[in-house]
């Protein structure tokens, strides 16, 4: 892991070295002086090799100095990225279970009563939720629940003003404004959850020895949750060790739709203004969390598999 998450920071820093100088636009405003704009490089270490930069910041980042934002009033790292991930993790945890608790039993219960009624219904379901486009599903919500009936808000994370209000009545007013957003991002989710979980379901009962357990009498309940389903888990914790960095990194098109001021908006923000300390950040951190998350799925193999033991 510690050689990969180095060859992933040498890779992205020197990527986003390609973009240039973030303080060469400067030099277009007639009222900046080039003297000092070369002070800023100099300060930013924008004068020296690439690699040298590299080094530099690498250093920073392991040692927990995350420096300071380009563009942003020269506010920390820490700070920017803390704000942001609160509310990312609000969304993204939310949307996560729903969508995980949800469809993943249907799935398997689709590949049980497979052609039936119950399992073209959730087939029909799945593949909407996975085709619909985000930022056209979320403008529908927004137009019918959000202007035309007034349920609920259209944006944003809480009411201003309600910071001071009690415990209850913040909780409720923030999690009024977590429904539309979270239905979108869980409708997605399912869809590809209800797919996986039916297909790998689907290629466990038909082996030998899912048919060798029925043969020998056992009870269909015993062949399904303590046979098959066990060994059915095996592709879905994969996709969920590879769904860790989506918690963290957001949604940027539903952020965006939502006035939410998440990971995914900030690190486009950054990007797009050649935040490079901001931006490295996060990138780093989302690419973090991948490998972690492949190092818990491989874990948790042998949690749901009895072949599998690590000595």
């Known amino acids: 892991m510690i050689p990969l998450f180095i060859g992933v920071a040498l890779v ?42 590299f080094f530099k910041w690498f250093w920073s980042m392991i040692t927990g100095n995350w420096g300071v934002s380009i563009f942003a009033g020269g506010k920390p790292v820490t700070e920017l990225i803390g704000i942001a991930i609160k509310y990312t993790l609000r969304f993204s945890i939310a949307a996560l279970v729903i969508s995980f608790v949800i469809a993943v039993p249907i799935g398997i219960y689709s590949a049980l009563h497979q052609y039936t009624f119950f399992d073209y219904f959730f087939t029909f379901i799945a593949f909407f939720g996975m085709s619909m486009p985000t930022f056209w599903f979320g403008f529908i919500l927004m137009m019918i629940f959000g202007v035309r009936l007034g349920w609920l808000p259209i944006g944003g994370v809480m009411t201003p003003g309600i910071e001071t209000a009690p415990f209850w009545a913040r909780f409720l007013d923030q999690l009024k404004y ?7 991002l869980s409708l997605f989710d399912m869809g590809s959850w209800m797919r996986y979980a039916r297909s790998s379901m689907l290629e466990v009962i038909k082996q030998d020895y899912v048919r060798t357990a029925r043969a020998k009498g056992l009870p269909e309940r015993t ?6 389903l066990r060994n059915a888990l095996i592709p879905i914790i994969t996709l969920l060790g590879l769904s860790l960095p989506a918690v963290i990194s957001g949604a940027t098109i539903t952020e965006t739709i939502f006035s939410i001021p998440g990971m ?4 486009v923000q950054a990007m797009l203004s050649n935040d ?17 998350g492949n190092l818990i799925a491989d874990l948790l193999y042998a949690v749901v598999d009895p072949r599998i033991r690590y000595s």
């Open 223 to 228: 062949v399904i949750f303590k046979h098959a």
């Open 12 to 53: 992205t820093f020197f990527v986003l070295s390609l973009v240039g100088d973030p303080f060469k636009e400067m030099l277009l405003n007639p009222r900046i002086k080039p003297e000092d704009v070369e002070r800023l490089r100099h300060a930013w270490g924008f004068d020296r090799p690439v690699y040298i930069r």
């Open 178 to 184: 977590m429904i539309l957003p979270v239905t979108v």
């Open 264 to 267: 995914g908006r900030l690190t």
């Open 276 to 292: 490079y300390p901001v931006a490295m950040v996060c990138l780093i951190l989302e690419s973090t969390l991948l490998i972690i």
